[in-house]
């Protein structure tokens, strides 16, 4: 059973439309990251929020920290082809990230 | 600036067989962590360091050792290798203090055991 469960598993969509990601937990965390990952690479920093009921935004896309910290979303607005990849979330606990399973994420055009 | 450097990117083993996967950053970086991606399973932490001469495990340890000498390098040693360790190994640092900060990854290695 994963600590953070992401969904959906998998989204394809056309260009332009809007779409969002869901990060959950029964668990508290001290902050929460987003990260985006093509195919063969590793993992790249989106955003990191700390503070229960943040909201931040990235041009297009818009992440949420639940007031509790125990989920997050990541909305994307117009998605782009070039938004294809993978995102994953991760919770820090203590010295130790915890990642989701991903999403992973297909605009056509 | 390098960032971080894994090697190899590829690598096919004989069960039992046992090797090191390299790590190196240039960022001058305290924290120092091994993740593996699984299809399905996002990223699971092996191993992660603070700093040089400590370690401490993470998630899923069993079958691997690591050591931190320098401040740069984090090597994973695969002690007696099994197919369930094929996987795709990512080597992360990031600065440590209060919290958990961006972590930068390695490209990666693919490892097959056959």
């Known amino acids: 059973t994963q600590l953070l469960e992401q969904s959906p598993q998998f989204l394809s969509i056309q260009e332009g439309e809007n779409l969002t990601v869901y990060c959950n937990s029964s668990?508290?965390?001290?902050?929460l990251q987003w990260y985006r990952q093509e195919p063969g690479e590793g993992p790249v920093l989106l955003v990191t929020?700390?503070?229960?009921?943040e909201v931040k935004k990235l041009k297009r896309l818009t992440f949420q920290f639940g007031d509790a910290r125990k989920d997050s979303s990541l909305h994307i607005t117009a998605a782009q082809p070039g938004d294809t990849g993978l995102y994953l979330c991760?919770?820090?606990?203590?010295?130790?990230?915890?990642f989701g399973a991903g999403t992973i994420l297909r605009v056509k055009s | 600036n390098a960032g971080v450097t894994q090697t190899p990117k590829f690598q096919v083993l004989k069960t039992g067989q046992s090797m090191t996967l390299q790590c190196a950053q240039d960022?001058?970086?305290?924290?120092m962590s091994w993740y593996r991606q699984d299809p399905g399973m996002g990223l699971r932490l092996i191993h992660y360091?603070?700093?040089?001469?400590?370690?401490d495990q993470g998630e899923v340890p069993n079958g691997y050792n690591v050591s931190r000498s320098t401040t740069e390098d984090f090597p994973l040693r695969l002690l007696s290798a099994a197919p369930s360790q094929t996987s795709v190994y990512f080597c992360?640092?990031?600065?440590?203090?209060?919290?958990?900060?961006?972590?930068?990854f390695g490209p990666g290695t693919r490892l097959t055991v056959t």
């Open positions: 992360a640092s990031s600065y440590a203090g209060q919290g958990i900060y961006e972590q930068y």
């Open positions: 668990s508290v965390f001290s902050s």
């Open positions: 929020v700390v503070t229960g009921g």
């Open positions: 991760a919770g820090e606990r203590g010295n130790k990230l915890v």
């Open positions: 960022m001058n970086h305290e924290y």
């Open positions: 360091s603070v700093g040089a001469g400590i370690t």
